[in-house]
């Protein structure tokens, strides 16, 4: 097995250096080896490791998802149900998420609709964000 240096796994999945630092750091992956001065060294199978980690992140999942999904697919033999569990899980923050977008792409349609290009004294953009009636935390 070739070792690969942590500056090449980077470049072969997409990442940056610091980022497979953290993950390291965290225990998502581990160095195939250490150089006698101490750099890190890397197998082929930590770049598709790191190539799946990449591809969760930009599907949403976070670092504990991502954890379970990696310990699932490090046993193949086991049932694929609690995978199934935990991309049912995303999709279901990602339709909360995208009923949020929706009332906010509202919200700011309505807001720009009403805009009258006069000053900023009758600017309805101003008048909808000074109007704190409809913000979540407020008190």
């Given amino acids: 097995m070739a070792a ?10 997409a990442t940056k250096v610091q ?3 953290y993950y390291e750091e965290i225990g998502l992956i581990r160095p195939f080896a ?9 197998g082929p199978e930590d770049a598709s490791r790191l190539k799946f980690i990449r591809h969760s992140r930009e599907l949403g ?9 990696l310990e699932l697919s490090d046993h193949p033999e086991t ?10 899980a995303q999709l279901e923050q990602v339709e909360i998420r ?7 792409r509202k919200e700011l349609k309505r807001m720009v609709d009403e805009c009258e290009h006069g000053r900023v004294s009758q600017c309805k953009v101003i008048a909808v964000l ?3 009636r409809h913000c979540g935390g407020d008190h």
């Fill in 34 to 42: 250490r150089t006698e001065g101490g750099h890190r060294l890397y």
């Fill in 79 to 88: 049932s694929c149900s609690a995978a199934d569990a935990i991309a049912r």
């Fill in 4 to 13: 690969i240096a942590i500056g090449k796994l980077a470049e072969i999945a």
């Fill in 61 to 69: 999942f976070g670092i504990e998802e991502i954890r379970g999904l």
């Fill in 98 to 104: 995208l009923e949020k977008l929706k009332a906010l």
């Fill in 19 to 21: 980022t497979i630092r």
């Fill in 130 to 132: 000074s109007d704190h």
